[in-house]
């Protein structure tokens, strides 16, 4: 298996990525796409139908980073012309339409609950936290939470 990735900041990547010049490359050179990436203005939908398309018949895509990079109308119609496959822990918030409207791909789609706070940096705070709370209340005798 052969493992692409793109990135707009040029950053060290491990020796079993391969490095593609664009996103477009990433989508037509991928049988399953991940997206790892945070949102920002340039971020926002850049998963369109336009690189959808890209993607191999029956592809799938995986979203556990933000919902705002899809363009959920786009990907509906991708996963219906193309077969495509749509897993994800992230999800619209507010939209429950973009939701809802993934519901009549059964067998295409798995959604799960997020589980963005099992994160090394979300571990490490919730310790450092913690540790905080303990020598407060051994210094003052004082319990926060």
């Known amino acids: 298996m052969q493992v692409v990735g793109y990135d707009i900041v040029a950053c060290k990547t491990p020796d079993y990525i ?12 991928s049988y399953c796409v991940s997206l790892h990436v945070p949102k920002t203005k340039e971020t926002e939908r850049v998963v369109n139908y336009e690189r959808l398309s890209l993607m191999n ?3 799938i895509l995986v979203n556990t980073a933000r919902a ?10 991708a996963m219906q012309e ?3 496959k749509y897993g994800a822990d992230v999800h619209p918030e507010g939209d429950k339409a973009g939701v809802k409207g993934l519901a009549m791909f059964d067998g295409q789609v798995v959604l799960i609950p997020h589980l963005g706070a099992q994160t090394e940096e979300s571990n490490t705070r919730s310790l450092l936290q913690a540790a905080h709370q ?7 005798n004082e319990i926060i939470n």
């Open 134 to 140: 303990v020598a407060r209340y051994l210094k003052f």
């Open 18 to 29: 391969t490095v593609v010049s664009s996103i477009e490359d990433v989508f037509r050179d």
């Open 68 to 77: 705002e990079l899809i363009n959920y109308g786009d990907l509906e119609s």
């Open 82 to 84: 193309r077969g495509l």
């Open 57 to 59: 018949q029956n592809g």
